[in-house]
Nanobody, 124 residues
Framework: VQLQASGGGLVQAGGSLRLSCAVSGSTFSNYVMAWFRQAPGKEREFVAGIPWSGIVTYYTDSVKGRFTISRDNAENTVYLQMNNLKPEDTAIYYC??????????????????WGQGTLVTVSS
């Protein structure tokens, strides 16, 4: 399974970006998907997750109301729409996949496959 993240860039505070993660090499709808991020000098942290159906979604508190995770099973792609971006959102964003529902969505070791990361920089 290969994950290819894209969509990062430089944006001013209050702006928006949409990240994409294209999945290939297996049946996309068999995987739960998540986005993590890692800021300089910090540990990788969970941002958002979405199971197979996409009906339920999960977010870390700091992005609730600003970020939206979604998936298009026909396009084998998961998205992260990020609005009202803040400087503290600056990080490398990674998409991750698992074939089973994580016992704890927040734990990175629950995910088997990872993309290469895309850099998001938010200027103040």
């Amino acid at each position: 399974v290969q994950l290819q993240a894209s969509g990062g860039g430089l944006v001013q505070a209050g702006g928006s970006l949409r990240l994409s993660c294209a999945v290939s090499g297996s049946t996309f709808s068999n995987y739960v998907m998540a986005w993590f991020r890692q800021a300089p000098g910090k540990e990788r942290e969970f941002v958002a997750g979405i199971p197979w159906s996409g009906i339920v979604t999960y977010y870390t508190d700091s992005v609730k109301g600003r970020f939206t995770i979604s998936r298009d099973n026909a396009e084998n792609t998961v998205y992260l729409q990020m609005n009202n971006l803040k400087p503290e959102d600056t990080a490398i964003y990674y998409c991750a996949a698992s074939r089973r529902i994580p016992d704890d969505w927040y734990r990175s070791h629950q995910y088997t496959y990872w993309g290469q990361g895309t850099l998001v920089t938010v200027s103040s």
